[in-house]
Each structure stands twice: as structure tokens, then as C-alpha cells.
């Protein structure tokens, strides 16, 4: 009896040696299984993260690429409207000169059919009359330099206005 039991007790022993080791074998197995499975999640996720961060980059250097152009765009512009405004200072200023050397006089027409009374100016034309049969008054250099002075105003304003519409066509072009 006693060497069945050491039998039986021998076979029960390699039974659970057997069992531990297939028990180990599979749990080694499904560790390196799912250490694989865990691995190429993880590549899966840094590979969609560098993917998002690939397309971050691009949209912000095509950003950045519409700023510049906005910017050269936009030092463009002023740059050409300060030549505008700049030349149109000039002319007014050259105007103002040419009014107050005498060298240039401003009139304006007078409307005769109005005052037909013994008020009224004969319609004559002199040698330099541009227009024939119309009657002119020339005005006061003082009061010709002031009104060139409102429409020197005037035109840079406009072309103030003109530089801001420029300016808000490209901005909402671009956007």
C-alpha cells in the first residue's frame, strides 16, 4: 500500500508539476499576447497623435503664410497710399503757391439770366476767356486758398475712404 501511495502520489505530483507548468506556459503566453496587443495600441495611438500634430503644424504655417501676405499686402497699401496723399498734398500745395503769387486766379461763373436788373454783369469775354459769353468774377486770393484748402481736405479724405474700402475688400477676400 505504501507504494501505491508513493505511485499515486508520484503521478499526482507530476500531474500538478504539468498543470503548473501549462497553467504558467498559457499565462506567459497570453502576458506576452496582450503586451503585444498593448504595443500596438500604443503605436497606434502615438501614430495618429504625430499625425495630428503633422496637420496642426501644416494649418498653422498656412496661417501663419496668409498673415504674412496680409501684412506685405497691407504695408503695400500703405505705402501706396501714402504716395497718393503725399502727391496730392504737393499738388495742393503747389496750387496754393501758384494762387498766392498771382500767378493763377480762381473765378466763377455768374448767372446773368438771374439779375436782369441793373445788378446784373454784362456777359463779355476778354482775350484769355476760356468761356465765351459767360460772365466771370474772379475771387479773392484769401477766399481761393481757403477753398482750396477744404478741397485739398476733401481729397484726402476721399482717398482716406479709398484706402479704407481697399483694405476691407482684401480683408474679407482673405477670410
Request: hydrophobic share 45%; glycine share 8%; aromatic share 6%.
Amino acid at each position: 500500500m505504501k507504494l501505491d501511495a508513493v505511485k499515486w502520489g508520484g503521478a499526482l505530483l507530476v500531474m500538478l508539476g504539468l498543470m503548473f507548468g501549462s497553467a504558467w506556459t498559457a499565462w506567459t503566453w497570453q502576458a506576452n499576447a496582450y503586451g503585444q496587443q498593448l504595443a500596438a495600441k500604443e503605436t497606434a495611438y502615438q501614430t495618429e497623435r504625430t499625425n495630428l500634430a503633422n496637420a496642426n503644424s501644416a494649418l498653422i504655417l498656412a496661417e501663419q503664410g496668409k498673415r504674412l501676405a496680409l501684412e506685405q499686402w497691407l504695408a503695400a497699401s500703405d505705402q501706396a497710399h501714402y504716395r497718393v496723399l503725399t502727391d496730392e498734398k504737393t499738388k495742393q500745395e503747389r496750387l496754393r503757391d501758384r494762387l498766392a503769387t498771382a500767378e493763377l486766379r480762381l473765378s466763377v461763373l455768374l448767372d446773368t439770366t438771374a439779375a436782369a436788373g441793373s445788378n446784373g454783369m454784362q456777359a463779355t469775354t476778354g482775350p484769355v476767356g476760356v468761356v465765351h459769353g459767360t460772365a466771370r468774377a474772379q475771387l479773392d486770393r484769401a477766399h481761393a486758398q481757403r477753398i482750396i484748402g477744404i478741397t485739398g481736405d476733401g481729397d484726402q479724405g476721399l482717398i482716406a475712404l479709398q484706402a479704407c474700402q481697399a483694405y476691407a475688400k482684401e480683408v474679407s477676400h482673405t477670410k
